[in-house]
């Protein structure tokens, strides 16, 4: 595998269920980012992971929960979602947040309908 | 707040023709302006940038000049082909941190 990597591809849950989106790369990176990106919007930053520590939340619901175990994993746990939070869930990653370039490399997102 | 505002989509063109996307920036600092592109069932992928005033930032044919007396970055391509068809990101960033601040997208159709 190369790049970034997000599986599943799509994911239908309903408000009540739990589940867990993943996302791996494999650029040797050390800031991964999560984007919400819903139709007629700009993307929306979520989450910022700089070597395995957040130093971004972006205001996010709590229903949206991030895990990050190390520089090449992030997840972002989802419960008790709302309809309005179905989107597209893109991973991003970067060498380093501390030295910005606007260079950020993308998976191709999961698909996320709530029902 | 700093923001991004590019042509609403879609756009559709005959392959051959001449592309222009328009981008106009607000920006308190001096930002580091992007294009990103984003193929169906793909993420995005940086296209081409240009971090200071007058820069020609260009890539696969495509250009993009930073001109700061009209806060614009206007993307252009002199002969568009199917290939082309995905949907266009202006974006910015001060590089004081990662955060990037992208547009709302312009989705592009090239019919052969």
């Known amino acids: 595998e190369t790049g970034v990597t997000q599986t599943p591809r799509h994911l239908v849950m309903g408000m009540t269920n739990k589940k867990s989106l993943k996302c791996e790369q494999h650029l040797g990176h050390n800031a991964m980012y999560w984007y919400k990106q819903s139709a007629k919007k700009p993307l929306e930053l979520m989450f910022v992971?700089?070597?395995?520590?957040?130093?971004e939340n972006n205001s996010v619901p709590s229903r949206f929960s991030p895990e990050c175990p190390n520089s090449s994993h992030l997840f972002l746990h989802l419960h008790t979602l709302q309809p309005e939070d179905s989107a597209l869930y893109l991973c991003?990653?970067?060498?380093?947040?501390?030295?910005?370039?606007?260079?950020?490399?993308f998976g191709p997102g999961t698909r996320l309908t709530v029902t | 707040g700093d923001s991004v505002t590019q042509m609403e989509g879609p756009v559709t063109l005959s392959e051959e023709a001449f592309l222009t996307i328009n981008c106009t920036y607000t920006?308190?600092?001096?930002?580091?302006l992007f294009w990103y592109v984003q193929y169906p069932g793909e993420g995005l992928q940086l296209l081409l940038k240009a971090t200071k005033a007058d820069d020609k930032g260009s890539n696969k044919g495509f250009e993009a000049t930073y001109r700061k007396e009209t806060t614009s970055f206007h993307l252009e391509k002199g002969s568009v082909q199917v290939s082309d068809s995905a949907v266009y990101f202006c974006?910015?960033?001060?590089?004081?941190?990662?955060?990037?601040?992208f547009g709302k997208g312009t989705r592009l159709h090239i019919l052969p």
């Open positions: 992971y700089n070597f395995k520590e957040q130093t």
């Open positions: 920006a308190t600092g001096y930002p580091s």
């Open positions: 974006a910015l960033s001060d590089l004081r941190d990662d955060k990037i601040i």
């Open positions: 991003a990653s970067s060498q380093d947040s501390r030295i910005p370039t606007g260079e950020q490399y």
